[in-house]
């Protein structure tokens, strides 16, 4: 039931804010406006698709006790915070003045560091998700079915490493508007440095 809402929250909220309606910016024209040196180009973004449709069936496994829910539950109080970081980031970053140049940088910072902030999170309550995942396999518990697999374990797996992705783009832009020592991090020299340590943990996870 409440994954069930959580998911059709999340799927409402990025409706409104992809479409643009009631007068919401999109996510492309925000990205547009805070270009930043680790942002992937647009057509990348698409991935999200098939995670959100992922994790449609996943919820469905969770929700209606299909084989290999069980041990999939494990996972599911760490999709539901992980939505409730999303969505909570999406209505905050939404607040990000449009044009930039129309606002300080002490404005600018007051979204963007708190929008880092729960991209962060939303990718730890992923990383939270994996580790029950395998932690319920070390209890013991039965191997994923193959629906397991394809709509709880993939899509865990897909989000923390977009959400990593996202992190580091969330922490260059408000490093981007930060006191001076953090603006080196928004250099080419820094985004490349992000990139290799996002690659290292990465690799590490």
Not at 39 to 53: D, E, L
Not at 60 to 73: C, D, E, I, K, M
Not at 160 to 172: D, P, R, V
Not at 180 to 194: M, V, Y
């Amino acid at each position: 039931g409440a994954l069930g809402a959580g998911y059709a929250a999340l799927v409402a909220v990025n409706g409104v804010f992809g479409a643009g309606v009631l007068g919401a910016p999109t996510n492309g024209e925000l990205s547009a406006a805070y270009p930043a040196e680790v942002t992937p180009v647009g057509a990348t973004f698409a991935i999200w698709g098939p995670i959100f449709a992922l994790q449609g069936g996943g919820t469905w496994l969770l929700g209606w006790g299909a084989p290999g829910g069980a041990r999939a539950a494990a996972a599911g109080g760490a999709w539901f915070a992980t939505w409730a970081a999303e969505l909570a980031w999406q209505a905050v970053f939404a607040t990000a003045p449009v044009p930039a140049s129309k606002a300080g940088d002490g404005r600018k910072l007051a979204t963007l560091a708190p929008a880092a902030t729960l991209l962060v999170a939303a990718h730890a309550g992923m990383v939270a998700g994996g580790a029950a995942l395998r932690a319920a396999g070390a209890r013991g518990a039965a191997a994923p079915s193959l629906l397991g697999a394809l709509l709880v374990d993939l899509p865990t797996g897909l989000n923390a490493g977009w959400l990593a992705a996202a992190s580091g783009i969330g922490l260059m832009l408000a490093a981007q508007h930060g006191p001076s020592w953090g603006r080196r991090l928004a250099t080419p020299a820094g985004g490349a440095a992000l990139l290799t340590a996002l690659s290292a943990y990465a690799a590490g996870i």
